[in-house]
């Protein structure tokens, strides 16, 4: 809502300075445009008087004057009756700009896999949204939910699941947790209890999920992954019951799972009466196709599928959500129960709502074009300077994987990187098993800047080739 204000002259903080290049009303037109797009002033709000304004500042009348006439032109202000200025009502959202979020001074260039932009992060439209929430909330709202999570925030997320991941879902089968961390261990706890003893994790893979396999009192098995996803055949001559995989954009290799792979995986599970647990962690973003279905609209009786907002907004929000079958949910929310009563109230309400107004949607499509682009940055500069690397990765996602040159020592060009200051991660932090395979690296692109990616491929040139 615009303040509205009575009988006085709104007194709105605009500084010019006089020291710098450009005149004064150029200055003051770039001010007010900063601070309607901003939102400091808002749509319908009253702006003081052209000679209120002149004598605040200490400039002509007409500077100000002619200030107002170009902003209405440009669609920011109306002149309505009685020569009274205000922001334009018709002001889209869309105008108003990104929140900067301030960077910590980060020394050198940092190809950190997983880590979205972070400076991206859509803040003023979480705040919307959690406004929109405190002003909605009811008084259970405020008490302990529902431990599976709010009834709406499921709704909403059973019928994006169904709409991008072509998820097979009912609501009832959706619980909110705290990401996908919180949500793999639910679900190993619950799969443990229902007699679960081994694990298979995809090597190589997440370099933490070994752990958590093993800190659920569960025992990991590695199995290889090529060019096709997770080997099935290897899979079978293993133990285990239960696999954990990232099938629409595999980490870190990045290869998306063949579609027969999908099929062999589907015959185990049936065979072993297996549970497959898909990580959809960075499922939204994929740039020349559409976004490959998820495995759990497959066989929804046999996959539990995780997903969480921490690629798509920020992992600060630890929100995720499980799709487990019929005859897992139950006991998963009951962990969840047992485990904190509940992800926090307000902050569903908020995401359903950015769901809902269509933000979260716009937000990703923002985003898929952001990250494009760093793609590119990254395909082109790795084509310019280390010509014979070959890149795996890049349909989807913001990591790719690219083999270095046999007989090439992994660590000691991670070590040489580093002292230049660019900051690599080798493909053998994600062994599991560590042998004497392939040397690669690991970029993480979606937190740094096109010119980034540029400078530090080009700076690290010679230690690829
Ligand atoms: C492959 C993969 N899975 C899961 C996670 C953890 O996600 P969350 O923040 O939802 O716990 C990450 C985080 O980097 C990841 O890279």
Excluded at 76 to 88: E, H, Q, S
Excluded at 175 to 204: H, K, M, S, W
Excluded at 308 to 323: D, M, Q
Excluded at 369 to 392: G, I
Aim: aromatic share 4%.
């Amino acid at each position: 809502m615009a303040v509205e204000w009575s009988g006085l002259t709104p007194e709105i903080m605009l500084h010019l300075d006089r020291g710098v290049r450009g005149t004064l009303g150029a200055q003051l037109q770039e001010a007010l445009r900063t601070a309607i797009r901003s939102g400091r002033l808002q749509a319908g709000e009253r702006l003081p008087s052209s000679r209120k304004l002149a004598a605040d500042l200490g400039v002509s009348r007409g500077l100000v004057q002619g200030t107002y006439e170009q902003l209405a032109a440009e669609g920011y202000l109306t002149a309505t009756g009685g020569g009274t200025t205000r922001v334009a009502l018709a002001l889209r959202q869309s105008t108003v700009e990104q929140v900067t979020l301030s960077s910590p001074v980060e020394a050198g260039i940092a190809f950190v896999p997983g880590r979205p932009d972070l400076g991206s992060f859509p803040m003023r439209d979480w705040l919307w949204a959690w406004g929109e929430a405190a002003r909605t909330a009811s008084r259970s709202d405020i008490g302990y939910g529902e431990a599976a999570g709010s009834p709406r925030l499921r709704d909403v997320l059973a019928s994006y699941l169904q709409r991008v991941r072509a998820a097979s879902i009912s609501a009832h089968d959706v619980i909110v947790c705290n990401g996908f961390t919180q949500g793999l261990a639910l679900t190993l706890d619950v799969l443990r209890e229902q007699g679960t003893e081994t694990v298979a994790v995809e090597d190589p893979g997440h370099p933490q999920m070994a752990m958590h396999v093993r800190r659920a009192g569960l025992t990991p098995v590695p199995v290889p992954v090529d060019a096709q996803g997770v080997r099935v055949g290897e899979l079978r001559r293993t133990p285990a019951t239960a696999v954990i995989l990232t099938p629409a954009h595999q980490t870190p290799t990045g290869v998306v799972l063949a579609p027969g792979r999908r099929q062999e995986l589907l015959r185990w599970a049936e065979e072993r009466d297996g549970v497959m647990i898909e990580d959809d962690y960075d499922s939204e973003f994929r740039y020349d196709r559409r976004p490959v279905g998820a495995l759990q609209g497959l066989a929804p009786d046999r996959v539990v599928l995780i997903g969480s907002v921490s690629k798509s907004l920020g992992p600060t929000l630890r929100l995720g959500w499980i799709l487990a079958p019929s005859h897992l949910a139950p006991a998963i929310a009951e962990e969840k129960h047992r485990s904190d009563r509940g992800s926090p109230g307000l902050d569903q309400l908020a995401l359903t709502r950015l769901i809902e107004s269509g933000r979260y949607d716009a937000h990703l499509r923002r985003m898929r074009r952001a990250y494009a682009a760093k793609r590119v940055a990254l395909a082109e500069a790795l084509r310019r300077h280390a010509p014979h690397l070959r890149l795996t990765g890049l349909d989807a996602g913001f990591h790719a994987a690219a083999a270095l040159p046999e007989g090439t020592d992994e660590a000691a060009v991670i070590a040489a990187a580093g002292r230049r200051s660019i900051h690599l991660h080798g493909m053998r932090r994600y062994r599991v098993d560590r042998g004497s395979e392939p040397p690669a690296v690991v970029f993480g692109f979606g937190d740094l800047s096109e010119h980034a990616i540029r400078s530090g491929i080009a700076r690290i040139a010679d230690l690829l080739r």
